[in-house]
Protein backbone atom coordinates (compact mmCIF):
# COMPACT_ATOMS: atom_id res chain seq x y z
CA UNK A 1 0.00 0.00 0.00
CA UNK A 2 1.52 3.26 -0.89
CA UNK A 3 1.33 6.52 0.81
CA UNK A 4 2.14 10.02 0.24
CA UNK A 5 4.69 12.17 2.43
CA UNK A 6 2.03 13.14 4.99
CA UNK A 7 0.34 9.96 5.55
CA UNK A 8 -2.60 10.18 2.91
CA UNK A 9 -3.00 7.20 0.33
CA UNK A 10 -2.03 7.44 -3.45
CA UNK A 11 -5.57 7.49 -5.55
CA UNK A 12 -4.61 4.27 -6.89
CA UNK A 13 -4.50 2.66 -2.92
CA UNK A 14 -7.22 4.44 -1.55
CA UNK A 15 -9.49 2.74 -4.86
CA UNK A 16 -7.61 -0.85 -3.99
CA UNK A 17 -8.83 -0.72 -0.31
CA UNK A 18 -12.36 0.59 -0.87
CA UNK A 19 -12.08 -2.48 -3.73
CA UNK A 20 -10.26 -4.89 -0.75
CA UNK A 21 -12.67 -3.77 2.03
CA UNK A 22 -16.22 -4.14 -0.26
CA UNK A 23 -15.51 -7.50 -1.37
CA UNK A 24 -13.54 -9.18 1.81
CA UNK A 25 -14.62 -7.69 4.94
CA UNK A 26 -17.67 -8.14 5.88
CA UNK A 27 -17.36 -5.80 9.43
CA UNK A 28 -16.37 -2.99 6.96
CA UNK A 29 -19.85 -2.76 5.18
CA UNK A 30 -21.33 -2.86 8.51
CA UNK A 31 -18.86 -0.24 10.01
CA UNK A 32 -19.43 2.03 7.16
CA UNK A 33 -22.61 3.53 7.95
CA UNK A 34 -22.76 6.76 9.83
CA UNK A 35 -24.79 6.19 12.92
CA UNK A 36 -25.45 9.62 13.70
CA UNK A 37 -27.39 11.98 11.19
CA UNK A 38 -28.24 15.01 13.06
CA UNK A 39 -27.45 16.94 15.94
CA UNK A 40 -30.02 15.43 18.74
CA UNK A 41 -32.15 17.74 20.99
CA UNK A 42 -33.58 17.75 24.27
CA UNK A 43 -35.97 14.55 24.06
CA UNK A 44 -34.04 12.75 21.10
CA UNK A 45 -33.18 9.75 20.59
CA UNK A 46 -30.06 8.96 18.60
CA UNK A 47 -29.28 5.76 16.43
CA UNK A 48 -26.68 3.10 17.34
CA UNK A 49 -24.98 0.81 15.02
CA UNK A 50 -26.14 -2.49 14.50
CA UNK A 51 -23.81 -5.14 16.10
CA UNK A 52 -20.53 -6.39 14.24
CA UNK A 53 -21.08 -9.49 12.75
CA UNK A 54 -18.41 -12.17 13.72
CA UNK A 55 -14.94 -12.16 11.94
CA UNK A 56 -11.82 -13.23 11.41
CA UNK A 57 -9.36 -11.91 13.30
CA UNK A 58 -7.70 -10.78 9.76
CA UNK A 59 -11.06 -9.05 8.89
CA UNK A 60 -11.47 -7.45 12.16
CA UNK A 61 -7.68 -5.60 11.79
CA UNK A 62 -8.59 -5.10 8.07
CA UNK A 63 -11.85 -3.23 9.23
CA UNK A 64 -9.73 -1.04 11.50
CA UNK A 65 -7.55 -0.28 8.86
CA UNK A 66 -10.22 0.98 6.55
CA UNK A 67 -11.61 2.89 9.21
CA UNK A 68 -9.34 5.50 9.19
CA UNK A 69 -9.94 7.00 5.96
CA UNK A 70 -13.40 7.85 7.08
CA UNK A 71 -14.73 11.71 7.65
CA UNK A 72 -13.94 12.71 10.90
CA UNK A 73 -15.24 15.07 13.57
CA UNK A 74 -12.97 18.03 14.51
CA UNK A 75 -15.78 19.24 16.91
CA UNK A 76 -14.45 16.69 19.46
CA UNK A 77 -12.68 19.29 21.49
CA UNK A 78 -14.14 19.99 24.35
CA UNK A 79 -14.41 24.06 24.62
CA UNK A 80 -15.43 25.07 28.44
CA UNK A 81 -14.74 22.48 31.14
CA UNK A 82 -16.55 24.88 33.58
CA UNK A 83 -16.07 24.62 37.70
CA UNK A 84 -14.85 20.53 38.63
CA UNK A 85 -18.17 19.82 39.75
CA UNK A 86 -20.08 21.35 36.51
CA UNK A 87 -19.93 18.01 34.97
CA UNK A 88 -18.15 14.86 35.37
CA UNK A 89 -18.09 11.00 35.62
CA UNK A 90 -16.66 7.55 35.26
CA UNK A 91 -17.18 4.36 33.88
CA UNK A 92 -17.24 0.69 35.60
CA UNK A 93 -14.61 -0.29 33.02
CA UNK A 94 -11.51 1.05 31.94
CA UNK A 95 -12.14 -1.38 28.79
CA UNK A 96 -14.60 -3.57 27.29
CA UNK A 97 -14.79 -5.64 24.02
CA UNK A 98 -16.60 -4.90 20.96
CA UNK A 99 -20.06 -5.06 21.85
CA UNK A 100 -20.68 -4.76 25.63
CA UNK A 101 -21.85 -2.18 27.16
CA UNK A 102 -20.68 0.07 29.60
CA UNK A 103 -22.65 1.58 32.52
CA UNK A 104 -22.12 5.17 33.37
CA UNK A 105 -22.04 7.15 35.94
CA UNK A 106 -22.37 11.24 35.81
CA UNK A 107 -22.58 14.35 38.02
CA UNK A 108 -23.34 17.68 37.02
CA UNK A 109 -24.95 21.27 38.20
CA UNK A 110 -27.13 20.86 35.27
CA UNK A 111 -30.35 19.97 35.01
CA UNK A 112 -29.12 17.77 31.16
CA UNK A 113 -26.47 16.35 29.78
CA UNK A 114 -25.74 14.14 27.07
CA UNK A 115 -22.81 11.85 26.28
CA UNK A 116 -21.28 11.95 22.87
CA UNK A 117 -18.84 8.97 22.09
CA UNK A 118 -15.52 9.74 19.79
CA UNK A 119 -13.03 7.07 18.86
CA UNK A 120 -9.48 8.84 18.52
CA UNK A 121 -7.43 8.20 15.54
CA UNK A 122 -6.55 9.40 12.37
CA UNK A 123 -9.81 10.44 10.16
CA UNK A 124 -7.68 12.83 7.55
CA UNK A 125 -6.16 14.58 10.60
CA UNK A 126 -9.79 15.54 12.45
CA UNK A 127 -8.17 12.94 15.00
CA UNK A 128 -11.65 11.56 16.10
CA UNK A 129 -14.68 10.28 14.55
CA UNK A 130 -18.47 10.51 16.54
CA UNK A 131 -19.89 7.36 16.57
CA UNK A 132 -22.59 7.56 19.19
CA UNK A 133 -24.72 10.03 20.92
CA UNK A 134 -27.36 9.61 23.62
CA UNK A 135 -30.36 11.27 24.01
CA UNK A 136 -30.57 14.29 26.55
CA UNK A 137 -30.63 13.23 29.85
CA UNK A 138 -31.70 14.36 33.25
CA UNK A 139 -28.93 16.08 35.24
CA UNK A 140 -28.08 15.14 38.91
CA UNK A 141 -25.96 15.92 41.40
CA UNK A 142 -24.10 13.86 43.13
CA UNK A 143 -21.39 12.96 46.51
CA UNK A 144 -18.09 13.70 46.47
CA UNK A 145 -17.03 9.93 47.64
CA UNK A 146 -16.26 7.87 50.67
CA UNK A 147 -12.60 7.35 51.86
CA UNK A 148 -11.24 4.77 53.05
CA UNK A 149 -9.43 5.48 56.12
CA UNK A 150 -6.63 2.90 56.15
CA UNK A 151 -5.67 3.28 52.53
CA UNK A 152 -6.96 6.39 52.10
CA UNK A 153 -8.84 5.58 49.11
CA UNK A 154 -11.70 7.29 47.50
CA UNK A 155 -14.51 5.66 46.24
CA UNK A 156 -17.40 8.32 44.89
CA UNK A 157 -19.74 5.25 44.73
CA UNK A 158 -22.55 7.40 42.13
CA UNK A 159 -25.47 6.21 41.22
CA UNK A 160 -25.55 4.68 37.27
CA UNK A 161 -26.75 7.34 34.89
CA UNK A 162 -26.71 5.74 32.01
CA UNK A 163 -25.33 2.37 29.90
CA UNK A 164 -23.63 3.22 26.77
CA UNK A 165 -23.27 0.25 24.07
CA UNK A 166 -20.67 -0.43 22.15
CA UNK A 167 -22.59 -2.49 19.75
CA UNK A 168 -20.97 -1.57 16.32
CA UNK A 169 -18.12 -0.01 17.45
CA UNK A 170 -14.22 -0.62 16.01
CA UNK A 171 -11.93 -1.72 18.68
CA UNK A 172 -9.79 1.07 19.38
CA UNK A 173 -9.00 4.35 22.06
CA UNK A 174 -12.30 6.36 23.15
CA UNK A 175 -13.52 9.43 24.47
CA UNK A 176 -17.14 9.73 25.54
CA UNK A 177 -17.77 13.49 26.02
CA UNK A 178 -20.00 14.40 28.73
CA UNK A 179 -21.90 17.75 27.77
CA UNK A 180 -24.41 19.74 29.98
CA UNK A 181 -27.31 22.15 29.24
CA UNK A 182 -24.96 24.56 30.78
CA UNK A 183 -21.97 24.40 28.28
CA UNK A 184 -19.80 22.61 30.30
CA UNK A 185 -17.81 19.71 29.45
CA UNK A 186 -15.29 16.65 30.58
CA UNK A 187 -14.36 13.86 29.26
CA UNK A 188 -14.51 9.83 30.26
CA UNK A 189 -11.96 7.83 28.24
CA UNK A 190 -11.88 4.47 27.90
CA UNK A 191 -10.94 1.32 25.43
CA UNK A 192 -12.69 -0.82 23.08
CA UNK A 193 -10.01 -3.58 23.17
CA UNK A 194 -8.75 -5.98 20.65
CA UNK A 195 -9.77 -9.95 20.94
CA UNK A 196 -6.81 -10.63 19.27
CA UNK A 197 -3.32 -9.35 18.08
CA UNK A 198 -1.91 -11.53 15.60
CA UNK A 199 -0.14 -9.93 13.54
CA UNK A 200 -0.74 -6.36 14.36
CA UNK A 201 1.15 -3.64 16.78
CA UNK A 202 -0.84 -3.65 19.76
CA UNK A 203 -1.12 0.24 21.48
CA UNK A 204 -1.12 -0.65 25.50
CA UNK A 205 -3.19 2.15 27.32
CA UNK A 206 -1.37 3.42 30.68
CA UNK A 207 -4.93 3.15 32.82
CA UNK A 208 -3.37 2.55 35.72
CA UNK A 209 -0.80 5.20 35.73
CA UNK A 210 -3.78 7.63 34.47
CA UNK A 211 -5.30 6.84 37.61
CA UNK A 212 -2.23 6.49 39.90
CA UNK A 213 -1.97 10.03 39.35
CA UNK A 214 -5.15 10.91 39.70
CA UNK A 215 -6.09 13.65 42.34
CA UNK A 216 -10.04 13.22 42.48
CA UNK A 217 -11.53 13.80 46.17
CA UNK A 218 -7.85 14.89 47.10
CA UNK A 219 -5.77 11.80 46.97
CA UNK A 220 -3.75 10.03 44.63
CA UNK A 221 -0.36 7.92 44.89
CA UNK A 222 1.51 10.81 45.08
CA UNK A 223 -0.69 13.22 47.55
CA UNK A 224 -3.32 13.61 49.69
CA UNK A 225 -5.83 15.79 50.48
CA UNK A 226 -3.41 18.39 53.03
CA UNK A 227 -0.77 18.41 49.52
CA UNK A 228 2.08 15.99 51.65
CA UNK A 229 3.00 13.27 50.11
CA UNK A 230 3.29 11.34 53.62
CA UNK A 231 -0.70 11.94 53.75
CA UNK A 232 -1.01 9.45 50.08
CA UNK A 233 -3.11 7.18 49.03
CA UNK A 234 -1.97 3.58 49.40
CA UNK A 235 -4.32 2.50 47.55
CA UNK A 236 -6.70 4.07 44.20
CA UNK A 237 -9.94 3.47 42.56
CA UNK A 238 -11.19 3.55 39.24
CA UNK A 239 -14.56 4.17 41.11
CA UNK A 240 -14.05 8.16 40.57
CA UNK A 241 -13.67 10.68 37.79
CA UNK A 242 -10.49 11.61 36.54
CA UNK A 243 -9.40 15.22 37.68
CA UNK A 244 -8.81 18.18 35.56
CA UNK A 245 -10.51 17.60 31.89
CA UNK A 246 -11.25 14.10 32.73
CA UNK A 247 -8.57 12.50 30.14
CA UNK A 248 -5.12 14.49 30.61
CA UNK A 249 -2.87 11.67 30.86
CA UNK A 250 -4.23 10.68 27.61
CA UNK A 251 -4.34 13.31 25.53
CA UNK A 252 -0.92 14.05 26.75
CA UNK A 253 0.66 11.07 26.44
CA UNK A 254 -0.84 8.81 23.66
CA UNK A 255 -3.67 10.58 21.62
CA UNK A 256 -0.94 11.56 19.37
CA UNK A 257 0.48 8.32 18.56
CA UNK A 258 -2.69 6.50 18.27
CA UNK A 259 -3.13 9.15 15.63
CA UNK A 260 0.39 8.69 13.67
CA UNK A 261 0.15 4.84 13.95
CA UNK A 262 -3.74 5.01 12.16
CA UNK A 263 -2.00 7.42 9.59
CA UNK A 264 0.62 4.98 8.76
CA UNK A 265 -2.14 1.75 7.78
CA UNK A 266 -0.33 -0.68 9.66
CA UNK A 267 -2.63 -3.63 11.30
CA UNK A 268 -3.38 -2.29 14.84
CA UNK A 269 -4.36 -3.87 17.88
CA UNK A 270 -5.88 -2.71 21.06
CA UNK A 271 -5.87 -3.00 25.05
CA UNK A 272 -4.99 -1.63 28.26
CA UNK A 273 -1.82 -2.27 30.75
CA UNK A 274 -4.87 -3.89 33.06
CA UNK A 275 -5.68 -6.22 30.38
CA UNK A 276 -2.43 -7.76 29.01
CA UNK A 277 -2.80 -11.19 29.02
CA UNK A 278 -1.01 -13.82 26.70
CA UNK A 279 -4.12 -14.19 25.23
CA UNK A 280 -3.93 -10.47 24.05
CA UNK A 281 -0.38 -10.21 23.32
CA UNK A 282 -0.30 -13.85 21.07
CA UNK A 283 1.29 -13.39 17.99
CA UNK A 284 1.60 -9.84 18.15
CA UNK A 285 4.00 -8.06 15.26
CA UNK A 286 5.17 -5.56 18.09
CA UNK A 287 3.98 -3.85 21.72
CA UNK A 288 3.38 -0.13 21.97
CA UNK A 289 3.63 1.20 25.36
CA UNK A 290 3.16 4.75 25.16
CA UNK A 291 4.40 8.33 26.68
CA UNK A 292 4.07 7.30 30.32
CA UNK A 293 3.40 3.85 32.06
CA UNK A 294 4.70 3.82 35.17
CA UNK A 295 2.57 1.50 37.15
CA UNK A 296 2.93 -2.15 36.21
CA UNK A 297 2.13 -5.33 38.30
CA UNK A 298 4.70 -7.88 38.30
CA UNK A 299 2.39 -10.51 36.02
CA UNK A 300 1.87 -8.29 33.57
CA UNK A 301 5.76 -7.64 33.36
CA UNK A 302 6.44 -11.76 33.50
CA UNK A 303 3.77 -11.79 29.91
CA UNK A 304 5.53 -8.79 28.04
CA UNK A 305 8.79 -10.50 28.63
CA UNK A 306 7.37 -14.07 27.18
CA UNK A 307 5.92 -11.98 24.52
CA UNK A 308 9.20 -10.98 23.53
CA UNK A 309 11.18 -13.97 24.37
CA UNK A 310 8.55 -15.15 21.43
CA UNK A 311 9.68 -12.94 18.86
CA UNK A 312 7.04 -9.79 19.30
CA UNK A 313 9.24 -6.27 18.84
CA UNK A 314 8.71 -3.75 21.66
CA UNK A 315 8.65 -0.29 21.74
CA UNK A 316 8.72 1.97 24.94
CA UNK A 317 7.77 5.60 23.90
CA UNK A 318 8.01 7.28 27.27
CA UNK A 319 10.21 7.10 29.97
CA UNK A 320 9.70 5.90 33.66
CA UNK A 321 8.40 2.95 32.35
CA UNK A 322 7.84 -0.49 34.48
CA UNK A 323 8.66 1.24 37.41
CA UNK A 324 6.46 1.15 40.25
CA UNK A 325 5.40 -2.59 41.33
CA UNK A 326 1.90 -2.87 41.93
CA UNK A 327 -1.22 -4.86 42.80
CA UNK A 328 -4.76 -4.47 41.12
CA UNK A 329 -7.94 -5.93 43.17
CA UNK A 330 -11.21 -5.72 43.03
CA UNK A 331 -11.40 -7.14 39.46
CA UNK A 332 -9.34 -4.70 38.41
CA UNK A 333 -11.06 -1.49 40.32
CA UNK A 334 -8.34 -1.19 42.61
CA UNK A 335 -4.54 0.09 42.11
CA UNK A 336 -2.61 -0.84 45.14
CA UNK A 337 1.09 0.61 45.51
CA UNK A 338 2.95 1.23 49.33
CA UNK A 339 6.26 2.78 47.39
CA UNK A 340 8.80 3.45 50.28
CA UNK A 341 6.10 1.97 52.96
CA UNK A 342 6.46 -1.11 51.57
CA UNK A 343 6.96 -2.57 55.19
CA UNK A 344 3.07 -1.89 55.54
CA UNK A 345 2.20 -3.95 52.52
CA UNK A 346 -0.26 -6.94 53.61
CA UNK A 347 2.37 -8.76 51.51
CA UNK A 348 5.69 -7.75 53.10
CA UNK A 349 7.26 -11.24 54.62
CA UNK A 350 4.56 -13.05 52.92
CA UNK A 351 4.95 -12.77 48.97
CA UNK A 352 8.32 -10.84 49.00
CA UNK A 353 7.36 -11.07 44.86
CA UNK A 354 4.26 -8.83 45.19
CA UNK A 355 5.23 -6.06 47.59
CA UNK A 356 4.28 -2.62 46.35
CA UNK A 357 7.79 -1.80 46.30
CA UNK A 358 9.82 -0.11 43.21
CA UNK A 359 10.87 -2.75 41.13
CA UNK A 360 14.43 -1.75 41.39
CA UNK A 361 13.94 -1.97 45.17
CA UNK A 362 13.98 -4.36 48.27
CA UNK A 363 12.65 -7.01 49.21
CA UNK A 364 12.40 -8.52 45.75
CA UNK A 365 14.46 -5.99 43.62
CA UNK A 366 14.23 -6.37 39.85
CA UNK A 367 15.00 -3.64 37.90
CA UNK A 368 13.21 -2.37 34.56
CA UNK A 369 16.26 -2.19 32.84
CA UNK A 370 16.44 -5.93 31.86
CA UNK A 371 13.43 -5.35 29.69
CA UNK A 372 13.54 -2.06 28.82
CA UNK A 373 17.02 -1.72 28.20
CA UNK A 374 17.38 1.86 29.81
CA UNK A 375 16.87 2.67 33.50
CA UNK A 376 14.90 5.49 34.97
CA UNK A 377 17.05 7.73 36.09
CA UNK A 378 15.59 11.27 37.42
CA UNK A 379 13.40 13.98 37.79
CA UNK A 380 12.65 17.29 36.28
CA UNK A 381 15.12 17.81 33.42
CA UNK A 382 14.77 20.03 30.63
CA UNK A 383 17.44 19.26 27.57
CA UNK A 384 18.16 18.93 23.90
CA UNK A 385 17.83 15.09 22.08
CA UNK A 386 21.07 14.58 20.92
CA UNK A 387 21.47 11.91 17.82
CA UNK A 388 25.24 9.85 18.19
CA UNK A 389 24.58 7.37 15.56
CA UNK A 390 22.77 9.24 12.69
CA UNK A 391 23.03 6.05 10.28
CA UNK A 392 20.86 4.15 12.26
CA UNK A 393 17.82 2.92 10.32
CA UNK A 394 15.60 4.63 12.82
CA UNK A 395 16.93 7.61 11.56
CA UNK A 396 16.57 6.95 7.94
CA UNK A 397 14.82 10.33 5.77
CA UNK A 398 15.49 12.50 8.72
CA UNK A 399 18.67 13.92 7.52
CA UNK A 400 20.17 14.17 10.89
CA UNK A 401 23.63 14.67 11.55
CA UNK A 402 26.05 13.32 14.40
CA UNK A 403 25.50 15.93 17.19
CA UNK A 404 22.36 16.87 15.97
CA UNK A 405 20.34 18.65 19.12
CA UNK A 406 16.46 19.01 19.63
CA UNK A 407 15.64 21.52 22.06
CA UNK A 408 13.53 20.26 25.05
CA UNK A 409 12.63 16.78 23.97
CA UNK A 410 14.45 15.31 26.68
CA UNK A 411 11.69 15.69 29.36
CA UNK A 412 10.78 15.79 32.30
CA UNK A 413 11.74 12.19 32.84
CA UNK A 414 14.08 10.62 31.02
CA UNK A 415 15.64 7.24 31.17
CA UNK A 416 19.65 6.26 30.60
CA UNK A 417 21.74 2.78 29.56
CA UNK A 418 22.78 2.13 33.49
CA UNK A 419 25.82 -0.64 33.14
CA UNK A 420 26.10 -1.53 36.81
CA UNK A 421 22.02 -2.93 37.02
CA UNK A 422 20.62 -5.43 34.61
CA UNK A 423 20.99 -5.01 30.71
CA UNK A 424 20.79 -6.79 27.58
CA UNK A 425 23.88 -6.93 25.90
CA UNK A 426 24.50 -6.01 23.53
CA UNK A 427 23.27 -2.49 23.29
CA UNK A 428 22.90 0.19 21.13
CA UNK A 429 22.88 3.86 22.10
CA UNK A 430 21.48 6.04 19.48
CA UNK A 431 21.15 9.45 20.81
CA UNK A 432 23.15 10.63 24.37
CA UNK A 433 21.57 14.10 25.39
CA UNK A 434 23.33 15.88 28.51
CA UNK A 435 21.14 17.49 31.29
CA UNK A 436 21.28 18.70 34.08
CA UNK A 437 18.82 16.82 36.89
CA UNK A 438 18.53 19.29 39.49
CA UNK A 439 21.79 20.48 40.12
CA UNK A 440 23.13 16.42 39.25
CA UNK A 441 24.85 16.25 35.93
CA UNK A 442 23.45 13.33 34.03
CA UNK A 443 22.97 11.99 30.19
CA UNK A 444 19.72 10.67 28.41
CA UNK A 445 20.09 7.88 26.33
CA UNK A 446 17.87 6.03 23.14
CA UNK A 447 18.74 2.89 22.92
CA UNK A 448 17.97 -0.44 20.79
CA UNK A 449 18.60 -3.82 21.36
CA UNK A 450 17.31 -7.51 20.11
CA UNK A 451 16.98 -11.27 21.81
CA UNK A 452 17.57 -14.36 20.31
CA UNK A 453 13.76 -14.41 19.01
CA UNK A 454 14.72 -11.74 16.72
CA UNK A 455 12.79 -9.38 18.99
CA UNK A 456 14.21 -5.76 18.80
CA UNK A 457 13.45 -3.59 21.96
CA UNK A 458 13.13 0.53 21.49
CA UNK A 459 13.30 2.68 24.39
CA UNK A 460 13.16 6.67 23.33
CA UNK A 461 14.67 7.36 27.22
CA UNK A 462 12.53 10.74 27.25
CA UNK A 463 8.79 11.22 28.84
CA UNK A 464 7.91 14.04 25.81
CA UNK A 465 8.45 11.83 22.73
CA UNK A 466 4.91 11.43 21.82
CA UNK A 467 4.21 14.93 23.26
CA UNK A 468 6.42 16.06 20.42
CA UNK A 469 3.86 14.52 17.76
CA UNK A 470 2.04 17.80 18.15
CA UNK A 471 4.74 20.17 18.56
CA UNK A 472 4.48 23.16 16.55
CA UNK A 473 1.25 22.66 14.95
CA UNK A 474 -0.76 25.81 14.50
CA UNK A 475 -3.36 26.02 17.12
CA UNK A 476 -1.73 23.08 18.92
CA UNK A 477 0.06 22.47 22.68
CA UNK A 478 2.77 24.59 23.69
CA UNK A 479 4.36 20.91 23.93
CA UNK A 480 7.34 22.25 26.47
CA UNK A 481 8.19 24.91 23.62
CA UNK A 482 9.23 21.94 21.30
CA UNK A 483 9.04 23.02 17.51
CA UNK A 484 8.23 21.81 14.00
CA UNK A 485 11.37 20.63 13.42
CA UNK A 486 11.31 18.63 16.16
CA UNK A 487 7.58 17.43 15.73
CA UNK A 488 9.05 16.17 11.98
CA UNK A 489 12.20 14.21 13.16
CA UNK A 490 10.14 12.48 16.17
CA UNK A 491 7.19 11.71 13.30
CA UNK A 492 9.77 10.48 10.62
CA UNK A 493 11.41 8.41 13.11
CA UNK A 494 8.37 7.01 14.89
CA UNK A 495 7.15 6.40 11.77
CA UNK A 496 10.23 4.12 10.63
CA UNK A 497 10.16 2.78 14.06
CA UNK A 498 6.30 1.51 13.63
CA UNK A 499 6.90 0.03 9.68
CA UNK A 500 9.82 -1.63 10.80
CA UNK A 501 7.84 -3.77 13.85
CA UNK A 502 5.05 -4.50 12.10
CA UNK A 503 6.94 -6.41 9.59
CA UNK A 504 7.81 -9.00 12.71
CA UNK A 505 10.84 -9.68 14.68
CA UNK A 506 13.20 -6.59 13.32
CA UNK A 507 16.40 -8.62 13.97
CA UNK A 508 15.35 -10.70 11.05
CA UNK A 509 15.35 -7.69 8.51
CA UNK A 510 17.11 -5.29 10.24
CA UNK A 511 20.87 -4.48 11.22
CA UNK A 512 21.63 -5.93 14.24
CA UNK A 513 22.43 -3.37 17.33
CA UNK A 514 26.28 -2.93 17.67
CA UNK A 515 27.26 -2.78 21.76
CA UNK A 516 28.39 0.97 22.17
CA UNK A 517 28.00 1.21 25.48
CA UNK A 518 32.10 1.51 26.25
CA UNK A 519 32.18 4.93 24.33
CA UNK A 520 29.79 6.83 26.60
CA UNK A 521 29.95 4.88 29.89
CA UNK A 522 33.29 3.88 31.73
Same mark, same amino acid.
Given at each position: ? =?E?D??R???? =?FL????????G????A?T??????A????????AS?P????????????SV???RLR?????W??????P???????????S???????E????T?A????????R??W????E?R????????????QG????????R??H????? =????P???????????????????Q???PL????T???GR???????T??Q???????????Y?R?G???A??L?VSF???Y????A????V????????????? %???A??????L??????????I?F???D?Y???????????A??AGS??A?????T?Y?? %??V??E???????K???????????????V?A????????DP????????????P?????????P????????G?R???????LV????DRV???V????? %?E??AHS?L????R??F?D??YYT????A?????G?MR?????M??R????R?H????R??K???KTTA??????????????R???????H?F??
Open positions: M =STDGLSRR =SGVVAAATAASACNAAEPVTEPGPGTSSEPLPSASPSATAERFEPGDPGRARSYGAEAIEGYCDQAVLPGHPVLRVSTDRFRVTAYMGYGGAARVWRSEWLPGRRRGDLDGATTVANWRR =SLTVTAGWPEGAYLLRLDSAKGHRYVVVRSDATTLLVHAATWAYNQWGGYSLYGDSYGRSADRPDKNGEKFLHERAMVVLAERLG %IPLYTTNLDTPESMRGAASVLGHEWTPQARRQVTRRDNIFLGANCRR %IRANGRLVICYDQYASDPMYGRRPAETDFRSSPAPESSLTGVYYDGYADAPYVVTNHHWLFEGTVRGDAFPHGVEYTPSPTPRP %IILPMCGNPSASATPSGGVFATTWVEALAGPGGPADMNATRFVTNLLRAFARGPAGEHAAPRDNVAYA
